[in-house]
């Protein structure tokens, strides 16, 4: 005996069919009714209101999922349809609703970028965008670390066992090579972005130095207030500098202890 989700054809009402009979009775109306036709009526109810029709739409979006197996079929409906924001929302409440189950994370991980162009031109761009993002957090103090999507990964992993792993087997390499592209890059963008710092600073540097010995030269040639005028500018400038070194050997040595931490 197994319950499949369905609608009364009379009342209209959510109900559960046992798909081994041929009939059932709507515990609502109390109507009899034939189990593939209230199956039926529930799959049109799911795909109209889901057609890219704003009206429909917004009442899927706000429709009851009593079930784990209604869930899943909207988180297939927004997959199809290429709604993945509103896919990872469905998946989200499928994590709070059946935390137990590996569903939720499953199609939470379908709804990233990174997944659903993995293989396709935009894949690269989606990476470099994550990439670009965590190489300036961590920049800026954050803790760098693996790909978002991997602390959902290890939560599946969690929840499945051997035979669904060989199920998921496919998922499973395309969710592994997206966290060991991102492992893999992610050193090296950041090492990216302290060269170009580091090149700002010795610019930075230079317009120091030059504004100096323009400076003095101006005082050695009798152009007094140009002269004081361009001392001052590099004085200004040295001390900024000055800082701005400071702060980022500070930056630089704690991130490169974050790094060995990888």
Known sequence: MSFIPAKCTQCGANIEADDSRDAGVCPHCQTAFVTQKAINNYNTYITKNIIIDGESKELFKTASFPTLHAAEERCKKLCELGEYTELVSAADEMINNWPESHL???????????????????????????????????????????????????????????????????????????????????????????????IGFLISFAVFISSLIIGIISLVNDNFLLGLLLIILAAFAALCVGIWFLIAMIIYINYDKKLKKL
């Open 104 to 198: 939720g994370y499953y199609w939470l991980m379908r709804g990233f970028d990174e997944y659903h162009t993995f293989g396709t031109p935009e894949y690269a761009q989606k990476v470099k965008d994550r990439l670009n993002a965590s190489a300036f957090s961590a920049m800026h103090g954050a803790v760098p670390g693996k790909h978002p999507i991997d602390k959902q990964y290890q939560k599946f992993l969690k929840r499945i066992n051997q035979d669904e792993r060989r199920q998921y087997a496919e998922f499973i390499i395309i969710i592994e090579k997206i966290i060991d592209d991102f492992s893999r890059a992610l050193p090296d963008i950041i090492e990216k972005r302290k060269r170009t710092n580091i």
